[in-house]
Structures are given as structure tokens and as C-alpha cells.
């Protein structure tokens, strides 16, 4: 994933608070890093390689979009176990100049065939996990071309220049990323195409060996010059249908060429005296909105509560367990059913849901908050196999899903920011705003800060970092949470990255997670 803007643009920016009258002097640090800092544009990336091609089109004269879709495009070559044309975009982009915030859903449709008779008559009583009965029709591409369209400056082709470069030529694999690739080998295995592609001489490429993916970029190439048909009907359109049936999916040319991503109005919450945005449903960006809401009863940036504290860490713990709850229970496609956003993005629902905190003991049996009748609201959670459930399998029908970028607003300072890792991502935008706006944090610091992760819906497991002290750990678990202790950099605490801009000085800040590989880079003015 990425985030980024272009200088005059789209401004995505927040300030760094200072402590007053703090002497600080050289070898005291906040962070691992500093931010990157500049009047120009600022790209911040899970790979350096992905945010230098978005830098280099804003040096070209490209604005943020398009140095978005190079940056995402370049992502899909340098790390394809997270990102890549056959998956599904979302993106929130701010236009300065109609001072107006556009969201965009490009998430992929089930096969209008994919239905639970379909899978039923081949014997299978549970949701699929891989092969042609599990995929979605992929949103990205279409995304981009929308994005290009509506915003960009430049014509796809230059943006995914870089990209197509890159498969072609090759680059040497990072370290996380080998890590990630590895851990993939038996999956990839499964499959003989992606064997062949993904496992050079049967295996992941190790550190620092250059890996090559010359079909990606005859893929990229073919939309480079023909556009988002080239992939929803023209040539890879065909090649897609054709793996379809080796695997025995159910997915159509019509389920290809009908498809096409939305532009949506984001979803808002105010937390102290900032403005938080996500996207609204089919995407979990509501609980990470719902979380704040919740945490914000809480006195969390008080000094006998703050940042690493017993008290603070409980109360968020919690919190987070009640919103997910109400993801699960509550959320789902809003194009098939009426979803209750406005009641649970309400404070008083949360001030409602907050009373379930008990500040002496964590809630192992956490349910989702009931909404009276009467607000003709459905019941939602992912699909189903169970043919009474409102959310039921169904073709042309999004899945409730996982990425989700999100935008931060006070007065003049803006803050765009996004932390993969699939369910962690709405607990740790809640816990980045926290350490924002309660604990006066840099954006740069507030990604480096230790996190709290908890991936599953029902129990007290949560899984912390080693640098939350020994003493906090201990107070937790005397209070019914199960602590699972992972290193100081957890990946499965997800990766980060964030700029920011403050309008009134014209200054610009770039942020990266030190938990990936990425890094933020500016733009050299000429």
C-alpha cells in the first residue's frame, strides 16, 4: 500500500507538535527515524523502489494520482504477495482546489454464478479459501483508470512506465519481502503458473537475488496502451477466463467486461478536535471510526493515563473488541442491504457501547450492540453458506472487506495514512490517531510506536510488542487478557505509512514503518 500528494494539488498534511521549554539535545530521540520533510511533493511507500517511481512522475509534472497509481503499480511488481492487478483498490483522494474529499470503491463482485446452490451441487458446505470458487472479479485496474480519468494529469501509460520497467528488467528482492515470499511457497505451489512465476527454481527468491516477471509486464504493458479493456476484455480478459476454467470457477466474460468500481462519499467522526475520514462500507473502516468514538470517553491522553499505560491499553483493548463486533455483525455490501451506519457512527451508540468497558477486568464474551427494529436495519456479517442469512453467498455481491485508507483534518493541517495487515488495520489507525492527537506524537513516531493486535473477534488474546513494559503486560493479564508477547517490530502488527501538510506554512511531512521495507522520499525540485 501507499500514500502520497502533490504540492498545491492534493494536500494531504498534519504538523508535529512540540513540548514547550523540553530542552532536547543531540542524542535524544522520540523515533527510530526522522520524517522526511519538504516543501515539495512526498511519496511514502512499503517499497522504496515503488515510492521513487511516484516521486519521479510528480518531478515529471504528474500530481498526486498519478504518482499514486505508479506507486501502486510498481508495488503489484516489488511485492506480489501483497499487491498486484488481479486484487482490488480503494483510495481517498482530497482536491484542494474544490477543497472536496472523494472516496473510490473499486473492490471486486462475486461471480453473478457464485451463488450457495452453485457450490452446494459440487458438494461444498463452507466458504472456499482458494481455487476458482473463492476469487472475486479483480477492482484495481479499473480503479486506476478511473482515478486517471477523473484526476490525473498524465496518461496511464506514463504512470506505468516505471512498473513495466521494472518486471521486465528485474530488481533485487528486499528483506521483509523475502520473508513474506517464503512464507507463501506452499500456496504457490498448488498452482502451476504461479510455480512457474512466483518460484524461480522452485523456491522464493532469497535476499538481494534479482527476480524477473516478464508476463506482469506484458500485462501492464497491454493496459499501458489500451486501458482498463485490456483487462476486462481484451487479451488478459481471455487469459483470465481461461484460468477460470482450469480451476473450475464460475466466473464469465460478463462478469468481467459489466464489472466497475464506484466513487463513494467517505464517512466521518470527529475525535477530539480533529476530523477523522474512512470509506463507508463494504470496507471495516466503520469500526476503526466506532473504536475512536469509544475511546474517546476515555480521558486516554491525561497524565495519569497516556501512552504505554495499564489504563489506556485496557480501555482501547476494549473498545476495539466492541466495534469489531459490531463489524461482524453489522456490515456488509450496502449496494444488497440497508446498513445502520449513520446509529454506529453516532456518539451516543458509543457512549451506549462504552459502558460495557469494565475498567478491573477484560470481556472474553463480547457481543455486538443491539438496534431497536424499527430503524429497518439488516444483519450482516461475511458471506454465508447458510441460505436464512442476510448475508448469504450471492452473485454480483462485494464481500466485507479489509483495506481501507484513511484522512485526518484540523484546521489547516491534513494527514493522509494507511496500516495494512488485514483485520489489524481499523485497531491500528485508531491506535495511530491516538498517538497523534492524545499522546503528541509525530507522524513518524506514531507509526513506530509499539502496537497492540488482536485478529481475532471473540476471547482476551492480543498480541503486544516487547516494548510495552514487563509491569504493563503483567497489570493486563491480572486483569483476564491473554497476552501473546511478539518482537519489537511485529509484522503482525502491520506497516504503516503517512504524509501530512500543513497549509498554512507549506510545509510537507513523510512518515514509513519501520516494520516493512518502504520509506518516504521527496520530490528534488528543478
Not at 515539495?40 to 509534472?61: K, M
Not at 477523473?150 to 521486465?168: H, M, P, S, V
Not at 450492540?369 to 430503524?375: M, R, S
Not at 476471547?459 to 497489570?475: A, I, K, L, S, T
Amino acid at each position: 500500500m501507499s500514500t502520497l500528494f502533490k504540492l498545491r494539488t492534493f494536500l494531504y498534511l498534519c504538523m508535529a507538535i512540540l513540548t514547550a521549554g523540553q530542552k532536547v539535545v543531540a542524542q535524544d530521540r522520540s523515533q527510530g527515524r526522522s520524517m522526511v520533510i519538504s516543501r515539495n511533493g512526498i511519496v511514502a511507500a512499503e517499497s522504496p523502489l515503488a515510492a521513487q517511481a511516484g516521486v519521479r512522475i510528480l518531478e515529471r509534472g504528474g500530481n498526486a494520482v498519478d504518482a499514486a497509481i505508479a506507486t501502486n503499480a510498481m508495488m503489484g511488481v516489488v511485492e506480489p504477495m501483497m499487491n498486484g492487478i488481479g486484487g482490488d483498490l480503494f483510495a481517498i483522494i482530497y482536491d484542494a482546489k474544490a477543497n472536496k474529499l472523494y472516496g473510490l470503491n473499486a473492490s471486486g463482485w462475486a461471480p453473478k454464478a457464485l451463488t450457495i446452490e452453485y457450490l452446494q451441487k459440487q458438494g461444498i458446505r463452507s466458504m472456499p479459501q482458494q481455487g476458482g470458487n473463492a476469487i472475486t472479479v479483480p477492482g484495481a485496474v479499473d480503479g486506476w483508470q478511473k482515478l486517471a480519468d477523473k484526476f490525473g494529469r498524465k496518461k496511464l501509460a506514463e504512470d506505468l512506465a516505471a512498473a513495466i520497467r521494472t518486471a521486465q528488467d528485474g530488481f533485487p528482492v528486499p528483506e521483509w519481502t523475502a520473508a513474506y515470499w517464503a512464507g507463501e511457497v506452499d500456496y504457490l505451489r498448488t498452482d502451476e503458473a504461479a510455480t512457474k512465476t512466483y518460484l524461480p527454481g522452485d523456491r522464493a527468491p532469497k535476499v538481494g537475488e534479482v527476480f524477473r516477471n516478464p508476463d506482469l509486464a506484458w500485462s501492464l504493458e497491454q493496459i499501458a496502451q489500451h486501458g482498463r479493456d485490456a483487462f476486462y476484455k481484451g487479451e488478459i480478459a481471455a487469459k483470465i477466463l481461461e484460468s477460470m476454467r482450469r480451476h473450475s470457477g464460475p466466473m464469465t466474460a460478463q462478469d468481467l467486461s459489466e464489472y466497475s468500481g464506484e466513487f463513494v462519499e467517505p464517512i466521518s467522526t470527529t475525535y477530539r478536535d480533529w476530523t477523522i475520514y474512512e470509506l463507508p462500507p463494504n470496507v471495516q473502516g466503520l469500526a476503526a471510526l466506532e473504536m475512536l468514538n469509544i475511546m474517546e470517553t476515555f480521558p486516554l491522553g491525561q497524565k495519569d493515563w497516556g501512552f504505554g499505560s495499564t489504563k489506556a491499553l485496557h480501555a482501547m483493548m476494549e473498545a476495539k473488541k466492541l466495534a469489531y463486533a459490531d463489524l461482524v455483525k453489522y456490515i456488509g455490501d450496502p449496494r444488497n442491504q440497508k446498513l445502520p451506519v449513520a446509529t454506529l457512527l453516532s456518539k451516543e451508540w458509543a457512549a451506549q457501547r462504552a459502558k460495557f468497558i469494565d475498567s478491573d477486568k477484560a470481556n472474553c464474551d463480547v457481543a455486538a450492540g443491539e438496534i431497536p427494529v424499527g430503524n429497518d436495519t439488516t444483519y450482516l456479517s461475511a458471506f454465508s453458506m447458510d441460505p436464512n442469512s442476510p448475508n448469504s453467498l450471492a452473485g454480483r455481491k462485494r464481500p466485507l472487506h479489509t483495506i481501507i485508507p484513511a484522512f485526518a483534518q484540523k484546521g489547516n493541517v491534513r494527514v493522509a495514512f494507511g496500516i495494512m495487515g488485514g483485520w489489524n488495520q481499523s485497531q491500528a489507525h485508531a491506535q495511530f490517531v491516538a498517538n497523534l492527537v492524545d499522546f503528541k506524537m509525530n507522524i513518524q513516531a506514531a507509526l513506530e510506536a509499539p502496537r497492540f493486535s488482536k485478529h481475532t473477534f471473540g476471547g482476551c488474546d492480543v498480541m503486544m510488542e516487547n516494548r510495552f513494559g514487563q509491569n504493563v503486560r503483567n497489570e493486563l493479564t491480572n486483569k483476564g487478557h491473554k497476552i501473546d508477547v511478539k518482537g519489537p517490530y511485529s509484522s503482525g502488527m502491520g506497516g504503516g505509512q503517512a504524509v501530512m501538510r500543513d497549509s498554512a506554512t507549506g510545509v510537507n511531512y513523510g512518515a514509513s514503518d519501520p516494520r516493512k521495507d518502504g520509506q518516504a522520499t521527496a520530490e528534488v525540485p528543478f
